[in-house]
């Protein structure tokens, strides 16, 4: 029986697509074979790559003057490969710090690079997004990056930088983004982007793959030490096959993009992604037993924190949903409470089962 799993990822994935999956799994394509046990080079699986990438620059609107990647090492690989393409040894840096996630992106930008912090959250707890005009963006910096949702705080900006703001020497500063926990998740302009990177296992597919969107002018100018399986230029000119590719993500995740397309595209997710968050922070804030501390204006759609008035309740809360069919709901083990994680393969119905056991339990227990 499959239950509604709030998992921060690797997190739910949609059931039709696992369904095919299962169905492909042992006689893919009439071969014989599954997907895994044929060569990242043969004509059929190159088909795979090259659609499951057509189909991601039409979900996203992606101009042509950006290469989609498909890598491996994961966003934690990112924060070491965004610093050894876009900066060269010496260059500045510049960082947002919204919480865990940038923390982590600096301190590996750090072992590159200078990082300036342009903006830190630190104050409030991790509770908030800085407002961009209290922003200080080094001028020189090479680019700058933030982390449009932080999975553990459940901070979301409610803006996109706009590429006036980071201006800096007559020149624009490229803008770097870690979109794994919100890619997908809605509509977004890419041109406004200069690098957006993700790691697969929230909206895109299993664990194992890495998806960067690169403008093509930034590429090319890798330091000599970059690895060359991080090396943005050369993993671009083999269409991201300069080694075996995790060949069974990328099919995976370009089941995912065929599904978002049947499910309307992103416009129809932002919706539904918008109504599941909704109703979930409006039964927390009404309830005087639950509390999720995040601003307003700066609550994730797609990871939801929440505590519970009496901690000492937690164990029993998740012992019960747990029973309920209701899984995962354990927060990160920095913060401890509750994280219910909305991805875009939650439905509604999800939801709705949560709140209503959370009002019951409120029910007996307040
Ligand atoms: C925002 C964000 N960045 C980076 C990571 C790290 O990703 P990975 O485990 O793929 O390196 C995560 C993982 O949860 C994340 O949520």
Redesign the pocket.
């Known amino acids: 029986m499959r239950v509604f799993n709030f998992s921060?990822?690797p997190a739910v994935l949609p059931l039709e697509v696992l369904e095919q999956a299962r169905d492909e799994m042992t006689d893919w394509n009439g071969g014989g074979m599954s997907v895994m046990e044929i060569s990242h080079r043969s004509k059929a699986f190159v088909a795979v790559a090259q659609q499951a990438e057509a189909d991601l620059r039409e979900l996203l609107s992606i101009p042509t003057s950006y290469k989609v990647l498909f890598l491996q090492?994961?966003?934690?690989?990112?924060?070491s490969a965004v610093p050894l393409n876009l900066a060269a040894e010496g260059a500045t840096v510049s960082y947002v710090n919204t919480g865990?996630?940038s923390k982590?992106?600096i301190g590996e930008a750090r072992r590159y690079n200078k990082v300036g912090i342009a903006a830190d959250a630190a104050d409030s707890g991790y509770n908030t997004v800085p407002a961009l005009q209290t922003w200080t963006i080094d001028p020189a910096a090479a680019y700058l990056h933030y982390?449009?949702?932080?999975?553990?705080g459940g901070v979301e900006f409610p803006f996109v930088p706009a590429a006036g703001s980071v201006a800096g020497g007559g020149s624009v500063i490229p803008l770097v983004a870690?979109?794994?926990?919100?890619i997908l998740s809605r509509p977004i302009d890419v041109s406004r982007f200069g690098l957006i990177y993700?790691?697969?296992?929230?909206n895109i597919g299993p664990?194992g793959i890495?998806v960067v969107i690169v403008r093509e002018d930034l590429i090319g100018r890798a330091r000599p030490a970059t690895p060359t399986v991080f090396d943005y230029k050369a993993m671009a000119d083999d269409g991201s096959m300069l080694n075996t590719p995790p060949t069974f993500g990328w099919y995976f995740a370009g089941l995912v993009f065929k599904w978002l397309k049947r499910q309307g595209g992103l416009a129809a997710m932002a919706e539904r992604n918008r109504a599941k968050a909704e109703r979930l922070y409006a039964a927390i804030d009404a309830s005087g037993f639950y509390r999720n501390p995040v601003a307003k204006n700066a609550r994730s759609w797609m990871?939801v924190p929440f505590t519970l008035a009496r901690p000492e309740l937690d164990k029993e809360f998740l012992a019960q949903a747990g029973k309920t069919g209701l899984a995962n709901l354990e927060g990160h083990r920095s913060v401890g409470g509750m994280r219910a994680s909305l991805y875009n393969a939650m439905p509604l119905e999800g939801v709705n089962a949560l709140v209503e056991f959370m009002q019951e339990f409120q029910r007996r227990h307040a």
Request: net charge neutral; aromatic share 6%; glycine share 16%.
């Open positions: 921060a990822g090492g994961g966003a934690t690989g990112q924060f865990a996630w982590k992106a982390t449009p949702n932080e999975t553990i870690d979109m794994s926990s919100t993700a790691g697969a296992q929230k664990a890495t990871n």
